[in-house]
């Protein structure tokens, strides 16, 4: 298995542009998570999916940010517009929730975004 | 409101010792409870879990002990080895996962 899979693995924008982060979830995985890393506040869950539904986003930061997840092995994260404080690791992540493994997840390499 | 807080950003160990690293959470809800592993550049990996119904668990040179009471967690590393060094994420869950900001684990030769 490729594991997850995210993309762009860098990305460098400009104020004010649009971003688009993609992620590929594990085959058989029923969830997925959104993350984003910053020295100032680790590891902060955006949003989780479960079976392609939106289940918690009370992490997203703003309107400026949204998630989709339109089928089971591709979701997007978007902000629009980007400011320089959305700079930060963003990592997506995968499991299969129901099994006695349910709560260990799946991490992609992540993407770094820079906007200047 | 940070509910699962790993209170040492670092924690500088030799090699061939013992490695502890600490977790407090706040949430008596939370029922089972993990430790990632993360090298730069990479997503965290899973390392070790343990459910609130035990209060240790062992892996090879891992082992987790969980105080329910003091709403404590540590990860004993035993003997610490270079590869070790990294960073080690705490993680608690309910329904979702909350995970505390990391140790920073250095391993001196």
């Known amino acids: 298995d490729a594991g997850v899979i995210q993309s762009p693995r860098h990305e460098v924008t400009e104020m004010g542009q649009e971003v688009t982060l993609r992620c590929k979830p594990i085959?058989?995985?029923?969830?997925l998570f959104w993350y984003r890393q910053t020295m100032m506040r680790g590891l902060e869950l955006l949003i989780y999916?479960?079976?392609?539904?939106?289940?918690?986003d009370s992490g997203m930061p703003e309107d400026r940010f949204s998630a989709k997840m339109p089928n089971a092995s591709f979701s997007t994260l978007k902000i629009q517009p980007s400011e320089p404080r959305d700079s930060a690791v963003y990592f997506c992540?995968?499991?299969?929730?129901?099994?006695?493994?349910?709560?260990?997840?799946?991490f992609g390499p992540g993407t770094r975004l820079t906007v200047t | 409101d940070q509910q699962v807080k790993q209170n040492s950003p670092s924690l500088s160990v030799q090699e061939g010792r013992i490695s502890i690293l600490n977790c407090d959470y706040t949430n008596s809800m939370f029922d089972y409870f993990l430790w990632y592993k993360k090298y730069p550049a990479e997503g965290p990996t899973f390392l070790i879990s343990i459910s609130s119904i035990k209060d240790k668990n062992e892996d090879g040179r891992f082992t987790v002990f969980l105080n329910k009471s003091a709403k404590h967690l540590s990860l004993h590393i035993v003997p610490s080895q270079p590869g070790d060094s990294a960073v080690y994420f705490c993680a608690a869950s309910e329904y979702g996962v909350v995970f505390g900001q990391g140790t920073r684990l250095t391993i001196n030769p």
């Open positions: 999916f479960n079976n392609n539904v939106p289940i918690d």
């Open positions: 085959s058989g995985h029923n969830s």
């Open positions: 992540a995968s499991s299969f929730v129901g099994g006695l493994a349910g709560y260990e997840q799946y």
